[in-house]
């Protein structure tokens, strides 16, 4: 059973809008915050949002903040990303990891136990 699995990614137009969900497994889910993170081919992986575990806390890097939006449902173990007014600079591939620290959202990726295998977001002009 993989710990962490993606799903949502696929081709959207400049502008438009995507939703990212993660399943979680019931061992991995845990009562940590949880993030996504995102990477272009050949760079390193960076962060792009992470959210308590009660859900009330969320973080966000600069370069997603005002159009990302992270949720979480933890009675169905899943974690969303809503991707607003998304400009082509946002292909990448996405991924979840979790759990992360007790009680605070991070953005580091060594806070990170696991990581789902990535959902690709290609996003043309």
């Known amino acids: 059973q993989e710990d962490l699995v993606e799903s949502g990614g696929g081709l959207v137009q400049a502008g438009g809008s995507l939703r990212l969900s993660c399943a979680v497994s019931p061992r991995t889910f845990i009562m940590h915050a949880m993030g996504w993170f995102r990477q272009v081919p050949g760079k390193e992986r960076e962060f792009a949002a992470a959210i308590s575990y009660t859900g009330d806390i969320p973080h966000y890097a600069d370069s997603v903040k005002g159009r990302f939006t992270i949720s979480r449902d933890n009675a169905k173990r899943m974690v969303f990303l809503q991707m607003d007014s998304l400009p082509p600079e946002d292909t990448c591939v996405y991924y979840c990891?979790?759990?992360?620290?007790?009680?605070?959202?991070?953005?580091?990726?060594?806070?990170?136990?696991?990581w789902g295998q990535g959902t690709q977001v290609p996003v043309s002009s």
């Open positions: 990891a979790g759990p992360g620290r007790p009680v605070l959202p991070s953005p580091h990726l060594t806070d990170y136990a696991y």
